[in-house]
């Protein structure tokens, strides 16, 4: 009965990761892959997966957060996403 109590546990905080948006998440990668162009394909392609989830204050924390976060990652592309997804999200 234990083990069935865990595993739904796990199961519901699976389920609530993917469906919210962690800017956490988002930092983590960022500040975590030396290569910029691996690490703007990873931010595009989490703002892809995720970005839509993200309400206007998440997306705004990233905004002003990118270019220490990014580095030299942070370009035009990325900015056009979160701009979208901003009008988006309204």
Same mark, same amino acid.
């Given at each position: 009965?234990?083990?069935?109590?865990?595993?739904?546990?796990?199961?519901?905080?699976?389920?609530?990761?993917?469906?919210?948006?962690?800017?956490?998440?988002?930092? =983590?990668?960022?500040?975590?892959?030396?290569?910029?162009?691996?690490?703007?394909?990873?931010?595009?392609?989490?703002?892809?997966?995720?970005?839509?989830?993200?309400?206007?204050?998440? =997306?705004?924390?990233?905004?002003?957060?990118?270019?220490?976060?990014?580095?030299?990652?942070?370009?035009?592309?990325?900015?056009?996403?979160?701009?979208?997804?901003?009008?988006?999200?309204?």
């Amino acid at each position: 009965m234990k083990w069935l109590l865990i595993i739904i546990c796990t199961a519901a905080l699976i389920v609530s990761a993917q469906t919210r948006c962690s800017v956490s998440e988002f930092y =983590l990668l960022a500040t975590t892959l030396h290569d910029p162009l691996e690490r703007h394909k990873k931010l595009m392609q989490w703002l892809h997966t995720n970005g839509s989830k993200c309400s206007p204050e998440n =997306l705004i924390v990233i905004w002003n957060n990118l270019p220490m976060w990014a580095g030299t990652a942070d370009n035009e592309v990325i900015r056009q996403q979160i701009i979208f997804l901003f009008e988006k999200s309204k």
